[in-house]
């Protein structure tokens, strides 16, 4: 088992992995930096012993973007140049296989605003005619309702 320590980096000291083929358009950016500044830097980035970003480029973009001075990094040595390739790869990719279960989304949003909360884009990433329609479609569909299974939104 690999001990995790977490330390403080300058953003700007960290280096992009130049084959890292999973890009952040501008809008992701944007996201990311809403998103930063409502919860702050909270997910650390992972860096091997040369500084160069194994995971968390784009949080690193926004975090330069904001004019951040430090960020919570995890250094991974233990990792052979080919782990890293495979790691960097399977992170960006195994993320977009998960599904929304949109009735438990909606019942996330339904507790959100009945704790007096405003949804917003910036605090959960999803536009609000979106959320509109997921609570809508909640609303009309009965519990046991067999249509009602994890959709890719």
């Known amino acids: 088992m690999q001990n995790l320590n977490i330390q403080y980096r300058d953003p700007s000291d960290l280096k992009a992995y130049s084959g890292n083929a999973n890009t952040h358009p501008a809008k992701q950016i944007s996201a990311i930096k809403r998103s930063i ?3 702050g830097f909270i997910i ?6 040369q500084d160069m970003l194994i995971c968390g480029h784009g949080r690193v973009e926004a ?4 004019g951040l001075e430090d960020i919570p990094a995890v250094s991974v040595s233990h990792l052979s140049e080919a782990e890293k390739r495979v790691f960097i790869i ?3 990719r195994i993320a977009e296989g998960s599904v929304w279960d949109t009735q438990q989304l909606a019942i996330e949003f339904e507790g ?11 605090d959960t990433a999803f536009e609000l005619p979106k959320i509109d329609i997921i609570l809508d479609q909640a609303a009309d569909r009965p519990e046991d309702d067999p249509d009602d ?3 890719d939104l």
């Open 44 to 49: 650390p980035v992972l860096v091997d012993e």
């Open 63 to 66: 975090a330069i973007e904001l």
């Open 112 to 122: 959100i605003l009945e704790l007096g909360e405003e949804i917003e884009i910036i």
């Open 149 to 151: 299974a994890p959709v």
């Open 90 to 92: 399977a992170d960006n």
């Open 37 to 39: 500044k409502k919860f």
